[in-house]
């Protein structure tokens, strides 16, 4: 009688777990939305993101070249993700942070896809495509989350109450007693060409410690070229960028390291389809230690074997600079289209 009772009282606590993970399951059911619920919340471009494993045109999204404080959230559930306390520069042309603000609300899986092996990175609750991340980070753990900005909601500091992220406002509390920056900004000039000047700003002016960039005709001989007259080939002027960037932050070296990246320096007068003396490959230096520096970037380049031919890149001082016309300035910022350049691992 005794065993009949215990194995009647193991029968009713089955029955009553069972019970309560079917209401469990069924109440994150009701939870989670419908295909046609998440195309009415998302953007065409979030839902492809998210739901179906897309990835955003780098350069060309919402949050890549972000530097305002707050929080990033699952565009789908809110949920907090990324913080921009551990959001960095990666060149890369989408947002990408050192760490996740909370790492149970996201999950990684191995992506086997584009023929190559990635680890994905999902958003626990939505189970939303995010990014992927990489061990190439410059955090101490080394890790690079690369995030499509589509997957992603920001909230900045100020509005963190109001939305309901009161209590993640103490993470932002030393940042916001930091002492005041120096009004007056130390700023050195720099300027390059490497082929079409869209793609060429698009990348440079995402690093930081660069905080102006400008397009337009440097190395010719006729005064105040215009693009139509820079496009035949015959004023002698290369399509070329210049920035302004504080040395404090980032170094001239870093600046040819990308150089070097984004395009082909091997090929004459010509990046790709785009061909004439305007698309050369070409560093116009303002000073002596800017010279060295580019000599030593170049021989550095032509010893690495990124290509089997060596750099034909100029190297002669800088001269007048002609701006160009205004609707080439920041061009990726102003047109939904993809990026002319590519920056390379090395």
Request: with cysteine; aromatic share 12%.
């Amino acid at each position: 009688m005794k065993r009949i009772t215990i194995i009647r009282n193991i029968l009713l606590y089955a029955l009553i777990i069972s019970v309560a993970v079917t209401s469990c399951c069924k109440k994150m059911d009701e939870n989670a939305m419908s295909k046609e619920e998440l195309k009415a919340k998302l953007t065409p471009l979030q839902y492809r993101v998210t739901q179906e494993n897309g990835t955003e045109e780098p350069f060309q999204n919402e949050y890549w070249n972000n530097k305002s404080s707050g929080i990033y959230v699952d565009v789908v559930s809110g949920e907090p993700l990324f913080s921009s306390l551990d959001k960095f520069d990666s060149g890369t042309g989408w947002p990408s942070f050192t760490r996740p603000l909370a790492k149970d609300n996201i999950v990684t899986h191995v992506d086997g896809s584009q023929f190559m092996t990635r680890t994905e990175v999902r958003s626990k609750k939505t189970n939303s495509h995010l990014g992927h991340v990489f061990g190439d980070g410059p955090g101490p753990d080394g890790l690079r989350y690369c995030i499509n900005s589509a997957a992603l909601r920001f909230i900045p500091v100020k509005n963190l109450d109001k939305e309901g992220y009161g209590d993640l406002k103490n993470l932002f509390k030393k940042e916001n007693t930091r002492a005041p920056q120096p009004e007056t900004k130390k700023e050195e000039p720099a300027t390059f060409a490497a082929g079409c000047f869209w793609g060429v700003e698009a990348i440079l002016s995402a690093i930081d410690g660069v905080f102006e960039t400008t397009v337009g005709y440097t190395g010719g001989h006729l005064e105040s070229p215009t693009y139509e007259l820079v496009c035949t080939g015959r004023t002698g002027h290369a399509e070329a960028v210049q920035i302004k960037y504080d040395p404090g932050i980032t170094s001239y070296e870093k600046l040819l390291d990308y150089f070097w990246r984004l395009h082909d320096p091997t090929t004459l007068n010509r990046q790709g389809y785009d061909v004439g003396s305007q698309y050369r490959s070409a560093i116009f230096y303002h000073n002596e230690y800017q010279r060295e520096a580019a000599e030593k970037s170049k021989a550095n380049f032509d010893r690495s074997g990124v290509f089997k031919d060596k750099a034909v890149t100029e190297i002669v001082p800088a001269t007048i600079f002609y701006k160009a016309e205004p609707y080439h300035q920041d061009y990726y910022v102003k047109n939904n289209r993809p990026v002319c350049h590519v920056l390379r691992d090395k």
